[in-house]
């Protein structure tokens, strides 16, 4: 056994393994050599990592929340989130989190979420100012999960805190106040006629108006209503013990502000401003709860109230808002699945959204810990058995999890239709229950495809793989001299051709020639393959500690006329890697994967052409097992255990695909849109990876124990003739036994792979496949203004049909299409297919660049999809050899886009 193998066995439960798992491995980067390092000051986490970065814990890079995190200060319009159903920024009027009301905007190419900055409304506090910056809240234990995050504000001169709980689908923006902090309450819109509404009463409360000139003050036991002038927005607020506030609305238009601007550039200043202010309280600990019941009160804003302008009636979501708002939603919410014991090629899992609800009423209780969830289980109830509170909380969810949401014991999980908004992922609705159980089918997972090579087209791939398996990877990668990207793309390649000769037979061909070609195609890929794993490379990967990730150094490449090779100009230097590693200091540098940008992009094809590898050399699996899980653990780590990454780096749960986008900043401040993802399928087929990958593992153990059986057998019948202590079967049962456990952690990673993939695949179908309006059996989420069949990239409130590198629309299509391999079929539906064919043909057509770059082989494989085969074929035999050197087919082959299509 290895001695840097340590998996502990799964923890089963009637017969079901859960989420909250143990680590896939717990060693440590260092003991396999890989040197571990510290962030410099310019690319280490900032301000709001503070206390994260006490605890010694992996940060997360890649969170649907990064934007609060990143830049130099963290108060800026840029420091924004999608939380659904409000876009969250920091950068109101007074610290805090200040919520927008959305408005979905589409056009023929691209669809977004639009807001209005002065239409928000900010929580903050008296005795906080503009010299707090928030950072993530930590007790003991991060105030982050996959769900969640929990930001803290605290005073300068004294023990006030306040700190808001954000979550997915959080209806209410709410802020805790602690240690005697008051609440503060400002809009950036006036007021109608300068009035509020205290505790539903009759008659309002008139403001002061103008600066510094505040009503008289007034009691609030539970609820004030504030209309808003302008955005024709209503607002709830909710407090959970009474208060004393006095309220002012003014004129800020002739205020001198004190900005730095350059000449010539003037700022849109807000008109009017609105400030509600905590006197006192009854409580030193106390939580104010915000949500926007109504954005066309009066019918005066066209954006939300269309061209109709008539009001719009919230009376039924009202009624809801104040049913279901002593329920909140805490920090710790977070995701829970449980896989079936037996892995099944095909089978449904249910994935949780544990909400962890508590009761805004207990936050009073000086003597109550905050945020103790709701017990729903009733004393006198048998053991699993339990009772519905009588009282639930109030979610949004948006289409996928409306239509995947199943009634539980404890949870109604039932969708309302009042209060529904339109998002950028679809029309999210108000849903009640305080943990969600949704069912997710899961895809199989397999190196060869479910159907067999056309006997007329064999003999065709059997040439091409013939030639294919010849492939040689450019020296410069055979060395670690590049980009982790295109070097693991060729790595894929060759390993794709390696697995359609193997189906072909050619490692037991009668011809020794192919035998020879199949043997020496898996010595080069081993070779390519280990370069990045053993820390030979000139551009080794290394262990991120101050993120903690693992990244490569980065290679400035350099082409060398009198030698004819390429190599990294800057030696990799382990005392001095700031100066010697570009990718610790240039946010452009492999695609930004230093900052933590693609890193399942570029380790899924690495991952893949470990699988194959494991599939057909197991003593190289055995041997490098734990350095190809330092991939795996750095994109796909599902355990809080493992020390050394986090988990699930790229996964929204809530959305249910990847963000690609790490911590890269512009000029110091987060990208305005918020987190982005280009290629889905990318990102499936790095999940794939990590599927076979496990599947390759969990069949050579299988063969192991198998064979330790017999000699165990063997050995038990000797010691029965001859009696006596056999120190060679215990030896034997023990690791009989640690074979067994690393079989059973295999197929845990497998089935994780098949989750992550499962969840990217349905996410790939509804957010970047698109078809026609009023097409039968399929929710379309985009505006009809929009035209294409595809996205070309989603940020968190923008989807585009462009890419990173073109707005031509062929790339868009064929970004989505990349790589060919046997998930393709599960993530490409026929009919979406049929669809969207004619406008990416047309468009590859229609620019040479399309053909000569390689993306027309997508456009055959695309054909065979719908069973145009036969086209399909004829149209790849007139493509020239050289386009498999391009960026939109060197990642394929001809063998394998030959295989594709005979297997259709």
């Not at 449980?338 to 899992?349: D, H, Y």
């Not at 059986?709 to 003739?721: Q, Y």
């Amino acid at each position: 056994m290895s001695s840097t193998w340590a998996p502990v066995p799964p923890q089963h439960t009637s017969g079901a393994w859960s989420s909250k798992s143990i680590p896939f491995s717990a060693v440590d980067p260092a003991s396999l050599g890989f040197l571990s390092l510290n962030r410099p000051p310019q690319s280490a986490p900032g301000v709001a990592f503070v206390e994260l970065m006490n605890l010694s814990i992996p940060l997360p890079t890649n969170s649907w929340y990064e934007n609060f995190l990143l830049g130099e200060r963290v108060d800026y319009p840029e420091n924004k989130v999608f939380q659904v159903p409000y876009i969250l920024d920091t950068a109101g009027p007074i610290p805090g989190i200040r919520s927008h009301p959305c408005h979905v905007q589409g056009n023929s190419r691209a669809v977004m979420m639009t807001y209005e900055y002065a239409n928000g409304v900010t929580l903050g506090a008296m005795q906080i100012n503009h010299k707090e910056q928030h950072f993530v809240r930590s007790q003991g234990k991060p105030a982050i999960t996959k769900l969640a995050i929990e930001m803290q504000w605290n005073a300068h001169s004294s023990e006030h805190q306040m700190r808001t709980p954000i979550v997915r689908g959080a209806p209410y923006t709410s802020m805790i106040y602690e240690n005697g902090a008051l609440p503060r309450i400002t809009a950036e819109r006036p007021l109608k006629k300068g009035q509020i509404t205290i505790d539903q009463q009759e008659h309002p409360v008139q403001c002061g108006i103008g600066r510094d000139t505040y009503s008289e003050s007034f009691r609030v036991e539970r609820e004030i209503k504030i209309e808003l002038d302008q955005s024709d927005m209503t607002w709830l607020v909710f407090l959970s013990s009474p208060m004393e506030f006095r309220c002012a609305s003014f004129d800020a238009s002739e205020e001198v502000w004190k900005l730095n601007l350059p000449p010539g550039v003037v700022m849109d200043l807000p008109s009017s401003l609105f400030d509600l202010q905590a006197i006192s309280s009854s409580s030193s600990r106390s939580m104010v709860r915000l949500a926007m019941s109504n954005n066309c009160t009066s019918g005066q804003n066209p954006q939300y109230c269309g061209p109709e302008k008539k009001p719009r009636n919230q009376s039924e979501y009202e009624t809801l808002l104040r049913k279901h708002v002593d329920v909140y939603p805490t920090a710790k919410a977070d995701i829970e699945f449980t896989f079936p014991v037996e892995s099944q090629e095909e089978e449904e899992l249910r994935l949780i959204f544990d909400w962890h609800p508590a009761l805004m009423s207990d936050i009073n209780d000086e003597n109550l810990r905050a945020d103790v969830p709701i017990s729903y289980f009733t004393p006198d109830a048998p053991v699993g058995e339990g009772t519905m509170p009588d009282l639930e909380l109030l979610m949004f969810a948006l289409p996928h999890h409306q239509e995947r949401m199943k009634k539980t014991l404890f949870s109604s999980n039932n969708v309302h239709g009042a209060g529904c908004m339109p998002t950028i992922h679809g029309v999210a609705c108000p849903a009640v229950g305080g943990s969600w159980s949704m069912i997710e089918h899961l895809h199989r997972t397999n190196f060869s495809a479910s159907r067999p090579i056309r006997d007329e087209m064999r003999s065709a791939v059997e040439k091409a793989a013939k030639e294919d398996l010849l492939f040689a990877m450019p020296r410069n990668y055979m060395v670690g001299a590049g980009d982790t990207y295109f070097s693991g793309k060729l790595l894929a390649k060759l390993s794709r051709t390696i697995v359609i000769a193997h189906e072909l037979g050619f490692e037991s061909h009668e011809d020794p020639d192919m035998r020879r070609r199949f043997e020496s195609a898996l010595d080069h890929l081993q070779q390519g393959v280990e370069i990045w794993l053993n820390g030979s490379a000139e551009s080794p990967f290394l262990y991120d500690a101050s993120w903690r990730g693992l990244m490569m150094c980065g290679c400035d490449y350099t082409w060398s006329q009198e030698t004819k090779e390429g190599h990294c100009a800057n030696v990799f230097d382990r005392e001095n890697t700031f100066h010697s590693c570009p990718a610790l200091v240039d946010m452009g540098h492999n695609f930004g994967a230093g900052f933590y940008n693609d890193h399942h992009y570029h380790f899924g094809y690495h991952i893949y052409a470990a699988a194959v590898l494991s599939k057909f050399r197991w003593s190289w699996a055995k041997k490098y097992v734990e350095h190809v899980l330092l991939l795996i653990r750095d994109i796909a780590n599902p355990s809080d255990d493992d020390k050394f990454f986090p988990t699930w780096r790229h996964k929204d749960w809530y959305l249910g695909f990847s963000w690609a986008s790490g911590v890269v900043t512009i000029g110091q401040r987060p990208y305005p849109n918020g987190r982005n993802q280009e290629s889905v399928s990318e990102a499936i087929a790095a999940y794939e990876a990590i599927a076979l990958f496990g599947n390759a593992l969990h069949d050579g153990y299988l063969q192991e124990i198998a064979n330790l059986s017999v000699t165990v057998d063997h050995v038990k019948g000797v010691a029965t003739r001859l009696g006596g202590d056999n120190k060679q079967l215990h030896a034997l049962m023990s690791a009989l036994e640690e074979t067994r456990v690393k079989a059973d952690n295999a197929l845990r990673i497998q089935d994780m792979g098949r989750l992550l993939m499962a969840t990217e695949i349905r996410s790939a179908k509804t957010y970047w496949h698109v078809q026609k309006p009023g097409t039968k059996d399929v929710a379309r989420i985009y505006p009809d203004t929009y035209e294409p069949r595809i996205v070309g990239m989603i940020w968190s409130m923008l989807a585009q049909e462009q890419t990173w590198f073109g707005n031509e629309e062929w790339k868009s299509y064929g970004i989505q299409l990349l790589p060919i391999t046997v998930a393709s079929e599960q993530r490409d539906d026929v009919n979406w297919v049929e669809e969207m064919l004619p406008f990416f043909q047309k468009s590859c057509e229609a620019d040479p660049g399309c053909v000569s770059e390689g993306w027309s082989v997508l456009v055959y494989t695309s054909m065979a999809t719908i069973g145009r085969w036969k086209e399909a074929w004829d149209g790849m035999t007139t493509l020239n050899d050289t386009v498999f050197d391009h960026a939109g087919a060197n990642g394929h082959s001809r063998t394998n886009s030959l295989w594709y299509i005979a297997t259709r």
